[in-house]
């Protein structure tokens, strides 16, 4: 059985900037979900994905975008970086979108400088 | 919005020694998670529990659903050094994202 993956596992961009992050889910799973974890602080949910369409959205602006593909992998973009992006980008999945289990991959860590 | 609570933030104990932790809610969550991140990895799940009063047990880690379903209670016996990490709490319920606590930082001295 496959783990989630993620990639890149990090990256340096610069204020304004566009960034891309890849998610690969569990084998098995359909549902893809974006977390953001500043420094010392608890997980803050993006948006969830399940059969390729948005499927849910936490409190982050619309420069925050995603997709999922037919083979559930998914990426999380982000435009116009700003410093307060900084940040490791956890990406989980699960079986269904109502399921009350998620597994975490190892994340992206950006850094805005 | 929903918050969780953890305390305490961080803890300092001898090997060897049991470990209590905590998370408090002003909502009612219909499943409790409790999750372990270690530096540099994403949260790993240790214990989920459905159902107001449940215990459940993994290996040395014992976790329960409060009745009130707004806490949930950590536990760890025996402690080791690869206990060393950050342990989350996360709350669910059906049709909603999932809400995590701040965390405890554990700390396992020799």
């Known amino acids: 059985e496959t783990g989630v993956t993620q990639s890149p596992t990090h990256l340096i961009k610069t204020r304004g900037q566009q960034v891309t992050l890849r998610c690969s889910s569990q084998s098995g799973h359909n549902t893809v979900s974006w977390y953001q974890q500043a420094l010392g602080q608890g997980p803050q949910f993006i948006f969830q994905?399940?059969?390729?369409?948005?499927?849910g959205r936490g409190n982050f602006p619309p420069r925050f975008s995603g997709l999922q593909f037919p083979n559930y992998s998914s990426e999380l973009n982000v435009n116009a970086l700003e410093l307060d992006d900084s940040a490791l980008y956890l990406c989980?999945?699960?079986?269904?979108?109502?399921?009350?289990?998620?597994?975490f991959g190892e994340g992206s860590r950006l850094t805005v400088l | 919005g929903q918050q969780l609570n953890q305390s305490p933030q961080s803890m300092f104990i001898q090997e060897g020694e049991d470990v209590s932790m905590n998370c408090t809610s002003s909502s009612i969550f219909n499943t409790w998670l409790w999750y372990k991140q270690d530096p540099g990895e994403g949260p790993v799940l240790l214990i989920a529990l459905y159902k107001a009063g449940e215990l459940t047990s993994n290996g040395r880690l014992t976790a329960q659903f409060g009745i009130t379903r707004k806490d949930s209670f950590l536990n760890i016996s025996a402690s080791i050094p690869s206990d060393v990490g950050i342990y989350f709490c996360?709350?669910?319920?059906?049709?909603?994202?999932?809400?995590f606590g701040p965390g405890t930082r554990l700390s396992v001295l020799p």
């Open positions: 994905y399940y059969r390729e369409e948005e499927n």
């Open positions: 996360a709350g669910y319920n059906y049709g909603q994202n999932f809400v």
């Open positions: 989980a999945s699960s079986f269904g979108a109502d399921t009350g289990e998620l597994f």
